[in-house]
């Protein structure tokens, strides 16, 4: 249950990478085999979708089955959930912010799975997704009120205050959101799947061989908690995105002009 990367170590349970026969310092494009588990997780999130998606949606119809009743469902509860944060510009957006979602949502669940890890309960990933809706959200506020115009935007009003609220403004973009969005899931799923590994630790010194799964109640807290933690991660990236574009300050100025 506890794997050991160079000096570190960490309490989790084996995934079929760990049991692979290869030489877990054998290094691979300068990572071990544990430091690819993340990645390999990641693929396989990746590949999975991307066929389950073609599957799904080749035969189409006009009178839906069940297969894709459900997804329609799915895709319009991500649109009107995208609608309700990004305002105006939720079309465009709803793809980008849908398929965060279940990107995350999967990986979030694939730690549930025997031998398989939730990829987000590792910091690289989490910070590899943050970076992404980083310059997402710079390039959308440049692109849409140009360079001068995101600028005011960062100062704020009023504009006396500016030397007090651009450095603030400047901090938050770079600093505080990145770190408490990557923060916030690599914590939350890490500290799911650690508790599950140490329950499962448990169950043969409190029952010897008797297979009790103890774990079982924490499976289904976990299972909550990672809808929950995509659900957070996709609303502030919607949040933060439509914040840069302006739509929160159009509704604010609306709302005083009635």
């Known amino acids: 249950m506890s794997t050991s990367g160079g000096s570190e170590s960490t309490t989790e349970l084996p995934s079929f990478v760990d049991l692979l026969p290869v030489d877990a310092h054998t290094q691979f494009l300068g990572l071990t085999k544990h430091e690819l588990v993340p990645i390999i997780m990641s693929a396989t999130v990746i590949i999975f979708l991307g066929i389950f998606s073609i599957v799904a949606t080749r035969r189409l119809q006009k009178v839906p089955g069940?297969?894709?009743?459900?997804?329609?469902?799915?895709?319009?509860?991500?649109?009107?959930?995208?609608?309700?944060q990004m305002g105006r510009v939720a079309e465009r957006f709803a793809p980008f912010i849908g398929t965060f979602f279940i990107y995350i949502f999967?990986?979030?669940?694939?730690?549930?799975?025997?031998?398989?890890?939730?990829?987000?309960?590792?910091?690289?990933?989490?910070?590899?997704?943050?970076?992404?809706v980083f310059f997402v959200t710079q390039y959308q506020g440049i692109k849409n009120n140009g360079i001068f115009?995101?600028?005011?935007?960062?100062?704020?009003?009023?504009?006396?205050?500016a030397p007090l609220t651009f450095p603030l403004h400047i901090m938050q973009?770079?600093?505080?959101?990145p770190l408490s969005l990557s923060m916030r899931l690599f914590g939350n799923i890490m500290g799911e799947d650690t508790v599950i590994a140490i329950f499962i630790g448990f169950s043969p010194f409190l029952f010897g061989l008797i297979p009790i799964p103890i774990?079982?109640?924490?499976?289904?807290?976990?299972?909550?908690?990672?809808?929950?933690?995509?659900?957070?991660?996709?609303?502030?990236?919607?949040?933060?995105?439509?914040?840069?574009?302006?739509?929160?300050?159009?509704?604010?100025?609306?709302?005083?002009?009635?």
């Open 149 to 161: 115009g995101y600028l005011k935007h960062m100062v704020g009003k009023p504009v006396w205050l």
């Open 173 to 177: 973009e770079v600093l505080s959101r």
């Open 66 to 84: 069940r297969l894709q009743a459900l997804l329609e469902l799915i895709v319009e509860g991500l649109e009107n959930f995208t609608k309700s």
């Open 106 to 132: 999967t990986m979030n669940m694939m730690g549930q799975i025997p031998l398989f890890h939730s990829p987000t309960s590792n910091l690289n990933t989490t910070i590899a997704l943050t970076l992404i």
């Open 215 to 258: 774990h079982l109640p924490m499976v289904f807290l976990a299972l909550l908690g990672s809808t929950i933690q995509a659900m957070i991660f996709s609303l502030l990236a919607s949040f933060y995105i439509a914040g840069a574009i302006g739509v929160h300050d159009e509704e604010e100025e609306h709302h005083h002009s009635k």
